[in-house]
């Protein structure tokens, strides 16, 4: 069965930072790409980072470039996103997605395999 895993959210003061996790289970995870998205409250789901099966292609949204890192440890089936100088409008639900097809995109429906999310929240 294959399946997505974050964690890593929670309550952080503006400036913050957090390291949150997605692990892979029940595939060959380095064979996908793995992208990470956030909901808002009634806010679309949007693209934050993707990362390419290989590693070698990385995406980011312009709101988070220069704060947010994305990597990943294909020994451990785990990609990580650094999210540094937080601000209270990065407070969303966090979604780690695979994509079978190997090529890192923002585009939701490219992604077939979803976790269950992690609560971020940036506030004083």
């Known amino acids: 069965q294959l399946q997505l895993v974050e964690s890593g959210g929670g309550l952080v003061q503006p400036g913050g930072s957090l390291r949150l996790s997605c692990v892979a289970s029940g595939f060959i995870s380095d064979h996908y790409a793995i992208g990470w998205f956030r909901q808002a409250p009634g806010r679309e789901r949007e693209g934050v980072s993707c990362?390419?099966?290989?590693?070698?292609?990385?995406n980011y949204a312009d709101s988070v470039k220069g704060r947010f890192t994305i990597s990943r440890d294909n020994a451990k089936n785990t990609v990580y996103l650094q999210m540094n100088s937080l601000e209270p409008e990065d407070t969303a639900v966090y979604y780690c997605a695979a994509d079978a097809s190997g090529v890192a995109t923002m585009r939701p429906y490219e992604y077939d395999v979803w976790g269950q999310g992690t609560q971020v929240t940036v506030s004083s």
């Open positions: 990362i390419s099966s290989g590693g070698y292609r990385i």
